[in-house]
C-alpha cells in the first residue's frame, strides 16, 4: 500500500498565486487532515474532514480551502499565497475502525516557499 | 484548551546513554496520547500510542512512554540511544471518539554524540 501520497513535495510560488496542494490515501480511511509544520511550532491544523462531503476549520484555517468529493482525496487549495504561507505541509489520514488501532498516517510532506 | 508542552528544544545525549523527552499535556476529556519521530526531510512516524490500560506501553525502536495522568504527562524513554535516533520528536494528544483532531507540542530535537 502506498499509503497517504502528496503531491508535489516541493513547490515555490510568487505572492498572490494560487495552487492546489494534492493528498491521496488508499487505506479507506474515514478522516483526512491537513496541518503545517513552522519551526518551534510543531504541527498545527488547518482543516479535516471526517468523510466525503464534510470538511471543517482547525486552528490556522484563513488563506486556505479544502475539499472532500471522495473517501481517497483531500486537496488544499491556496487562495493568494502569502509570505506567512511559506511551510512544510502535511496530510493525515486516520480511522476509526477499532479503537486501538486509531493513529494517524501522515504523508511525506510538501515544502512550499511563497517569494 | 487543549495543548501539549515539550520542555525542551533540543537535547543531545551520548550514544549509549539513557534519554528522557517529555511531554505535559493539557485536555478537557480522556486523552489518547503519542509520541511520533520525524528525520530529517521525511514525514511523521509513529513510535507508540497510549488510549487506557498499562501506563507503561511499549513502541517500536526500542522506545517506552508512561502515562502519569496525576502530572499530566507522557514522556518518552530509551535505554540506550543510537546514532539513528537523531531526529525531532512530537508528542500529541487526541480526542476520544474524534480521531480526527490531533495536536502536538512543539517538538524537541535529538542529538546524539558519539
Known amino acids: 500500500n502506498a499509503g497517504v501520497t502528496q503531491t508535489p513535495k516541493f513547490q515555490v510560488l510568487k505572492t498572490g498565486q494560487s495552487m492546489t496542494l494534492q493528498c491521496a490515501q488508499d487505506?479507506?480511511?474515514?478522516?483526512m487532515s491537513w496541518y503545517r509544520q513552522d519551526p518551534g511550532m510543531g504541527l498545527r491544523l488547518i482543516h479535516y474532514?471526517?468523510?466525503?462531503?464534510?470538511?471543517d476549520q482547525g486552528e490556522v484555517p484563513n488563506g486556505y480551502n479544502v475539499s472532500r468529493s471522495t473517501t481517497e482525496d483531500f486537496p488544499l487549495r491556496l487562495l493568494s499565497a502569502a509570505p506567512s504561507q511559506t511551510s512544510v505541509y502535511f496530510c493525515?489520514?486516520?480511522?476509526?475502525?477499532?479503537?486501538?488501532?486509531?493513529?494517524?498516517?501522515f504523508g511525506q510532506g510538501t515544502r512550499l516557499t511563497v517569494v | 484548551a487543549q495543548s501539549v508542552t515539550q520542555p525542551d528544544i533540543h537535547i543531545t545525549v551520548s550514544e549509549g546513554a539513557s534519554l528522557e523527552l517529555r511531554c505535559n499535556y493539557s485536555?478537557?476529556?480522556?486523552?489518547?496520547l503519542f509520541w511520533y519521530v520525524q528525520s530529517p526531510g521525511q514525514g511523521l512516524q509513529l513510535l507508540l500510542k497510549?488510549?487506557?490500560?498499562?501506563?507503561l506501553v511499549q513502541g517500536i525502536k526500542g522506545f517506552e512512554a508512561e502515562f502519569k495522568r496525576s502530572q499530566s504527562s507522557f514522556n518518552l524513554r530509551k535505554p540506550s540511544v543510537h546514532w539513528s535516533d537523531a531526529a525531532e520528536y512530537f508528542c500529541?494528544?487526541?480526542?476520544?471518539?474524534?480521531?480526527?483532531?490531533?495536536?502536538f507540542g512543539s517538538g524537541t530535537k535529538l542529538n546524539v554524540k558519539p
Open positions: 493525515a489520514s486516520s480511522s476509526r475502525q477499532g479503537l486501538m488501532n486509531t493513529e494517524a498516517f
Open positions: 487505506m479507506n480511511h474515514e478522516y
Open positions: 474532514s471526517v468523510g466525503a462531503g464534510i470538511t
Open positions: 485536555y478537557g476529556a480522556t486523552p489518547y
Open positions: 497510549y488510549f487506557s490500560g498499562d501506563t
Open positions: 500529541a494528544v487526541g480526542a476520544a471518539y474524534n480521531f480526527n483532531k490531533f495536536y
